[in-house]
């Protein structure tokens, strides 16, 4: 039930097209997801994050989309560049109980090709 | 990025050696943390430290020893590692520990068990 499901595990992308990265969760409880981005030879960095009184967010070319009584968000990367080429977690915590852990999806390697 | 440090990025041991792990934090935060990042796995919490002491060890064997002198440092000790430890360790913070506030991660450290 800690799970955070993501697919798919790699992505290739042509320059300028929409890269969707899905992720499905069983908790409940779970009122925080962000999303973080990799770069070979980095640590992961927060991208974007929603909670789920919203069912969009949006920040210049990325969107999560967020669907509650599915229990899915998934992340949408329009006009996709090379140099969005990474890893990409979600992730799911309980935001406001001090004990609740970062809970990753097993990632997706994106590749956007010139 | 430079907010949070580790050394080495790279390290090479045979399974009886002894290492340590360095992360020091710069960002003024209460809250640190170990993961272990596999291939095509999600990052595993393995410890979890605020105000310097340890909330959280997520049934990590003894062969991993963490240390937290003050809220800047955290170190992992390692000794008699299997080759399956062979990984990336990635530290992080954040002001709280749980599911409050961003994590922020360090580059990692390269790990290879021979």
């Known amino acids: 039930q800690q799970q955070v499901k993501q697919s798919p595990q790699s992505l290739i992308v042509q320059k300028g097209g929409i890269s969707i990265i899905n992720c499905a969760y069983e908790n409940t409880a779970f009122d925080y997801f962000p999303w973080y981005q990799q770069f070979p030879g980095k640590g992961p960095a927060l991208l974007i994050a929603i909670r789920p009184d919203v069912s969009e967010k949006k920040e210049g070319r990325f969107t999560i989309s967020f669907n509650k009584s599915a229990k899915q968000f998934s992340l949408h990367i329009m006009d996709s560049q090379p140099g969005d080429s990474a890893t990409y977690f979600c992730?799911?915590?309980?935001?406001?109980?001090?004990?609740?852990?970062?809970?990753f999806g097993q990632g997706t390697e994106l590749s956007v090709k010139p | 990025e430079t907010g949070v440090t580790q050394t080495p990025r790279h390290l090479v041991m045979g399974m009886t050696n002894k290492k340590s792990l360095k992360c020091e934090q710069h960002?003024?935060?209460?809250?640190m943390y170990w993961y272990k990042q596999s291939a095509k796995k999600p990052l595993e919490l393995m410890f979890v430290y605020n105000f310097k002491e340890q909330t959280e060890n997520n049934s990590v064997p003894s062969r991993f020893s963490p240390e937290c002198p003050n809220s800047s440092h955290l170190f992992l000790h390692l000794h008699t590692l299997q080759p399956e430890d062979s990984a990336l360790y990635l530290c992080a913070s954040s002001q709280l520990a749980g599911g409050q506030g961003t994590q922020y991660f360090g580059p990692g450290t390269r790990l290879t068990v021979l």
């Open positions: 960002l003024g935060h209460n809250a």
């Open positions: 992730a799911a915590t309980t935001q406001y109980n001090q004990g609740g852990k970062l809970i």
